[in-house]
């Protein structure tokens, strides 16, 4: 329950700051609290403001348009802040790179709205 009360609050965080993201956060505490809390887990799922995302993840795989430029955006932003101001060794870079790609190549493969009726 722990792990899913952390994840809200840093999902909560991510819905201001603009690098920190928010679905993946909400979707590992909805996980735990399915795993501990029904009450929470129901609290999550149902919530006016993440539920409908939380809900379309769970029944269709849909992650929306504005969430996948999210995440492509800050895979870029991370990418460039390691090549051009951390400046770390290539091998990282690389290694960064290919986990960047990996993430990118699947949030790009979800659908981007649930199926019509």
């Known amino acids: 329950m722990a792990l899913g009360f952390v994840c809200v609050g840093l999902g909560v965080l991510g819905a201001f700051l603009p690098l920190l993201p928010t679905t993946p956060f909400l ?10 809390s029904r ?5 999550l799922y149902t919530h006016p403001r993440f539920g409908p995302r939380l809900q379309e993840w769970h029944e269709h795989g849909a992650v929306p348009v504005k969430v996948k430029v999210s995440a492509i955006s800050a895979m ?30 699947y949030v790009l493969s979800r ?6 009726p």
């Open 27 to 36: 979707l590992v505490a909805l996980w735990a609290f399915s795993r501990s």
């Open 39 to 43: 009450r929470f887990h129901h609290w």
């Open 76 to 105: 870029v932003v991370s990418f460039s802040f390691l090549a051009f101001v951390a400046r770390v060794r290539w091998p990282v870079l690389a290694a960064a790179g290919a986990l960047m790609l990996v993430g990118a190549t």
């Open 111 to 116: 659908p981007s709205r649930p199926p019509g």
